[in-house]
């Protein structure tokens, strides 16, 4: 069971309190009647599946009722990082190693790297994957 | 009966406390202190159970967890049954009763044998791959077949008189195994000022050190343990949790614990005489850091018979003697491949009884216990290993050859031994098991011959789970470790606690053996046994590389190596080791081992907790619940909330079915006034300058001109154009709005809400709040409704003043109210929404005035009926998820022309969407009309087509009307709209076929001129 950092409680909770909502940093198009429907495919249906870092949604239901994102290790279930809507993830699939090698996670007892904000802004230009 | 093999002293057993137990029908008498198998032991019981395939008898082989043999179904009375016990954990109390999970009814004439003779031909290696591939039928056969010769344990055909609990715990340290790493550690951390759960599923803590033959400054081992654990008993910040296992191990250091409370006092806990105690809890563990100190596991030599009883590990030799006073025989030989096991032989010789042997598959051991061992006299015959074991219901003698353990063949003459008992020891096994359960692989050690685990995050660990063996050195690497994960959870000061003295002792080193060769060929030697409690054999495993299965995993299933409730803790290891002899591999070549949670069994009682009976899901009630029980309403389940289904009276001394209940009903409201608690539609306050914007990007349809006083119908879509919810919302004001929702779909709403402002128009001003439980809806509806309503309310009725879809505020029975003409009937109707505390007020006021005309209160049965009359839908009913509003022929509530993109519009205009040949609502009228078509049957053109039939829909709500003194249905039918009159077909399972004409979905006043009176 998850122990996950509420970026707007600031606070660990159980994940009993939250509820995942998919793939995180998706756009749906300013202008929906000017795509094509297989581009509103794409939107609608078409998700990631990394085996790595992933970028999710959850929403703390039973808490604050906020949606954030969460910076997943699908493969060992890590939380590298929890970050408000709105923001960037500073862990990414491109930059993982690098972060790692820089010891980037966590500060209070060990989990998660909380309320990512951008720190170096070319790690923020790339496109989350 | 006496306790033929007790010792009149030593072991920590109380000897002035005399327990009687019966076990397969026989009483016996041990001591407090016992263990059910301690106990069995000390009584000469040999056979305690039959195995599983072969139906061979089969004794005590080990003393812990990793016990195969001696599972027994516990429990005096039959709502107190727990299966899958295993003898060598269970505590013995006064009036335990136990059988042997397998052999029925008797261990040891067991009528069941001539399954075990069919047994090799009928359950061949692979039997249960090769049933799966075989007709279903013949498992079915087989199935209830092995269950009852196997006897894989019961459940208890009565309830549970005992009670369990869950406890969440938070913890900076918790050390899982209080042995000499794992005392060491939890001491280290707690003096280091950090909170530390120290657990242990023995009875006792103190693990090895309650059975060592070893000092720690000077004193037997068990002293320190003891002086130990009475120091953290005394310290505020360590939790103690004897008889408690360590039995998952979940993501980010949670760990479920399970402690028996009660367990080993007695089979209740009011047995215990303690009512009303918890019998068993489960710690829900939030860890800092975990120290995981869960040692190792002795691992048998694989020989010929090696599963007669008398054949045990040698580590369970010491613990019965020196923990429990048993010697479980007469005459020893041991089988070794290490020194370790030389602490049995001086054992049992202490004891006072003949140790035959130490059988020794290394060429020149010369370790400091193999010196005493011989300084005792007791012979050690090296370069061999016992071959066979000979007797049937317990061991007659040993076989015992030179082996060659390169070639793997023997090479000497084979000498018999007299002897009642055999112990053998092939080496460790570290108990990886929790550092495995989150997926990490164990890594294979050469120079331990065992697995480690590997590393894991947030995980630290002591001693022989990392195959740290020695005394002295475990001591000092669980100090060491308590003091480093302290440190880690925040205590920088922490540091290791001082070692205590040890003698250090010289080992000659362990050789790698798990089977021991025999003078005829594997195939073809008396049975050899890897896994005992699933009756799998060196030959099998064998057998099973020849057939092509390479991978451990495979030949694991293929043989059901580690199947059992054991999960191969003896066995997994010798299996890896014999398919990597046949496959000519390196055991790691050959595959790890995973563990999953569960390490030992747990009972349902303990992972349900208190969630069961009235707690196993909440129960939702309205404010006039209780009025509706008072009246003899029958109750629907809708999501959690009771909602009153029907409100069936007596008549004429007989009570109404529920067909007449509802007839009245539909009738009552059709032809006077009727009422239904409509509480449990879901209620979301909506505020914000920008929440007219926001609604008409949720809904369908257009909302910037609903004025306060107003009501409109929404439809609300996915993306995908899909409907997911309806409902009516209200204009409050300019920028407050009132939305209901189906009572099911009110959560997912008020979350869809949220998630399209937070994540996708935050720059919205607009709050939504759930204001379901604070309002009571009261429907009143019917010719009558407004004659009944003119004498509760200060409102103004006149149908100009207050129109089909207005709202209004006022008084109610006195109370302020929102009234809202909405009509989910098609009648005139008035929904009265008062503050939930008020709502009994006002309904027995409704009530008192109803009395006159014949007020009559209804139930979501009566409520589909009267809907579906008018063909309005219930979302999730007559939709599910694959139909759209213009399926459902509701242009009219489609804002095409809105200028922002609702939600679902860009998929609206899909070429899909608008097709001719989707699933229309429609009505069916059966021709006959009796018939109340089926929900869910399929419609078809041709009933003559042959099958399969070409499915063109099918019906989502039947019921009888009364009005229409006819059946009658709402159906999704392809290209329904241009099908009006046409007659259809629904095939029924029964053979018969009902024919329906397709008509409109209204029909009853097709106009709609009954609600707007
Ligand atoms: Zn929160």
Redesign the pocket.
Known sequence: MFHIF??????Y?EEE??HPSGQAHLVRPADPASVSDEEWGDYLFFRDNPRGIHHEMWV?RL????F?NITRDTATYEILETYRMGEQPSITAANAEVRREQGVQTADGGWQTVGAQPENSRLNEETPS | MTQSNRLNQGGRIDRSRRLSFTFNGQQYVGFAGDTLASALLANGVDVVNRSFKYSRPRGIAAAGPEEPNAIVQLGASEAAQVPNVRATQQALYDGLVARGTNGWPSVQRDVMSWVGKLGGSFMPPGFYYKTFMAPASMWMTYEKFIRKGAGLGRAPTEADPDIYDHLNQHCDVLVIGAGPAGLAAALSAARAGARVILCDEQEEMGGSLLDSRESIDGAPASAWAEQVVAELAGLANVTLLPRTTANGYHDHNFVTLHERRTEHLADTAAGAGREGEVRARLHRVRAGRVVLASGSHERPLVYANNDVPGNLVAGAISVYIRRYGVVPGQRLVISTNNDHAYRAALDWQEAGREVVAVVDSRAKPDGDLVEQARDAGIRVITGSAVMEATGSQRVSGAKVVAIDTERFVVTGKVETLECDTIASSGGYSPVVHLASHTGKRPQWRDDLLGFVPGEVKGMHFAGGVHGVYALGETLTDGADVGAEAARAAGFEEAAAMAVPEVEVRHESPTSALYQIPHEKPPLRAPKQFVDLQNDVTAAAVELATREGFESIEHVKRYTALGFGTDQGKLGNINGMAIAARCLNRSIPEVGTTVFRPNYTPVSFGAIVGRHCRDLFDPERYTALHQWHVEHGAEFEDVGQWKRPWYFPRRVNGKRETMHEAVARECLAVRRGVGILDASTLGKIDIQGPDAREFLGRVYTNKWAKLAPGRVRYGLMCKDDGMLMDDGTTSCLAENHFLMTTTTGGAAGVLEWLELWHQTEWPELQVYFNSVTDHWATMTVTGPDARKLMSEVTDIDLDREQFKFMDWKEGKVAGVPARVFRISFTGELAFEINVQANYAMHVWKALFAHGEKYDLTPYGTETMHVLRAEKGLIIVGQDTDGSVTPEDLGMHWAVGYDKPFSWIGQRALTRPDTAREDRKQLVGLKPKDPKVVLEEGAQIVLDPEQKIPMTMMGHVTSSYYSPVLESGFALAVLKGGRNRMGETVYLPMSDGTVHQAEVVSTVFIDPKGERQNV
């Not at chain 1, 509420?6 to 606070?11: A, F, K, L, N, T």
Request: hydrophobic share 15%.
């Open positions: 509420c970026p707007y409680c600031q606070e909770r309190e939250f703390h808490g604050c009722r906020k954030f």
